[in-house]
């Protein structure tokens, strides 16, 4: 047996460690797949109201205990209370809701037509659990992200093992004591506390679902291994966001739009806006009114601080190295600091970060920049801008600017990427409504709405047919059946639909 590793859960804005985490050997991995079976069945064959009556208690004692939720994520990542409350457990609570009002319709069975071939049978789809769904979640979001494929999978009558990040290890911890507070039935949902190697180990353990939201790198890796044993899989991955704004857009509100799209959570948002493409003729006055709103933001861990500290100092180390690629090609550092005059003394913060006179040539550019630092480039033309916001492996979400809302959505309809908004910034996701997810390097899969409970069921068709009759028409001896079929298909594929040659043709075949 490996010594079990402690993750020691610090606070990047003080520095403190306020929770020391036993990690999970790799070798209990069978023994959690062993309890998430035995609790399987127990677990999907309770009704649906039943399963759900579990989600409504969950809403209830977490819309009742809202300050210690926020405590625990803000703890863990450093972002500011507003943000902790607003963009972790409100989505939660709203998907919870989702759950309750929709999952009945989504999750029960599906009556769908049958073909005149295959008359006297009826047809419906069923929704059936998959089984035991891995989540592996990141330290962005790390209580949304979890949370939400963590409800929705086990609506759908999965059990779920959850292994939050190493760099946020208490939320793991957070998260089971909310499902044993609010008295889910055992190992229903396991975390487990561990790294990347118990990440491949969970993997190698063969669950019957993967459930992934990180960088595209681990993507990749989880995507190898999952292929090796033919897991079926979710991947929510990174993204290098445009936000477009046209000259007649409502400037004001735009620039609000894209301080808040670019350094929310500290610009450590898979969809934050990180390519913004400015008309050219009003360019040079919306970078200076951004950089004076963006000196305004109010950086700190109290109620009413805007900004919160880096969550990893390895998101720290990344930003350092494209800021100053950057800036050694020729960008302009409009606001903010350059890498020598970073201090952390006072907390893991970065000011907000805003860089003109960019290159195609700077990593900045094309790679993802998981902080505040944001790039502004100017445009000329609808067609220039689309060319150049489409110029990217990623594809998550996009944004267009404008008071005319028909050029705008003529745009949005052109970009290649999961969500797009007209005249705001990332919202999609805060709907349970919409689906959310990516192109390109971006992803593979949906969550939220319809297709976000569906993903974590096997869709199994079924036809009933009540039995009384000899045989199908189908069915063998085929002698004197081929003119029938062929007249059948003419009469009810050809141009015109001939119902007496089909009657003809369907009783001779019968
Ligand atoms: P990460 O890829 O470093 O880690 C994500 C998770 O994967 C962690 O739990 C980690 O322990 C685990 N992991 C690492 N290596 C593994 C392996 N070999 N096998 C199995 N598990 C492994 O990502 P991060 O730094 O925590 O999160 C930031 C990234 O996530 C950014 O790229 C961001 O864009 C992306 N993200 C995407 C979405 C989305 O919905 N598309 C949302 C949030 C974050």
Redesign the pocket.
Known sequence: MTESVVWKATDPATGEVFAEIEGTPVEQVPTVYQQAHQSFHAWSTLSLDARVSYLKKLRVHLSSHLDEAVLAIQRSTGKVPTEALTNEVLPVLHMLGYIEKNARKVLGSQPKPTPFFLQGKTSHVEYLARGTVLV??????PFH?AMIPVISALAAGNTVVL?????VPYMGRYIEELFYQVGFPDDVLQAVHG??EL??A??AGHPDYIF????????R??AQ?AAEKLIPCTL????KDPMIVFADANIPRAVKGAAWGAFTNSGQ???SVERLFVQAEIFDDFVEQLAAFTSGLVQGRDEDADIGAMT?MQ?VRAIERLLQDALDKGATLVTGLPPEEWNFDNGRYLKPMILTDVTLDMDVVHE?A?GPLLVVIPFDNERQVVQLANQSRFG?NASVWSSDLEKAQRIASRLVCGGVLVNDVILTVANPNLP???TKD??IGRYQAEIGLRTFCHEKAVMVDRGRRPREVSWFPYRGKYSSFKRLSHSLFGKFRNWPSLLAAYLKLR
């Open positions: 592996i979640s990141p330290n962005n979001y992200l292994k939050t990040s190493e760099t790294d990347g990440g491949q969970l993997i992934f939201t990180g960088s595209d790198a681990t993507g890796k989880i291994a929510e991955l990174g993204g948002v898979c969809m990893s998101e993802e998981f998550l959310f997810g990516g971006s992803g």
